[in-house]
């Protein structure tokens, strides 16, 4: 079993379950979602690389920043274009 902390304040985590995972890349349409912290984008670059190398189709999106979560229409957006979303977290 896994715990995921979610580092907002809740004072009582709410259970959620994990997402599907698609059982393979390759023809998947997949979002990268820079979240605006330094470096975050060189993650990013190779991830890139390494998907389209396993036969994904990348997407890149960039939140406004890091400090707000993602606006809706970024989220909407993605959700119609791509079947899975990874999100880098970096400094």
């Keep these: 079993m896994t715990t995921l902390l979610d580092p907002t304040s809740e004072r009582r985590p709410v259970e959620r379950p994990r997402a599907p995972r698609p059982p ?6 997949i979002a990268l979602l ?3 912290k330094p470096r975050g984008d060189v993650f990013l670059e190779r991830l890139a690389a390494l998907l389209v190398a396993r036969g994904a189709t990348v997407r890149r999106y960039t939140k406004p920043t890091f400090t707000k979560p993602a606006p809706a229409d970024l989220r909407r957006q993605i959700a119609e274009d791509c079947g899975a979303v990874i ?5």
């Design 24 to 29: 393979a890349l390759a023809g998947k349409t």
């Design 87 to 91: 999100e880098a977290l970096a400094d």
């Design 34 to 36: 820079d979240i605006s």
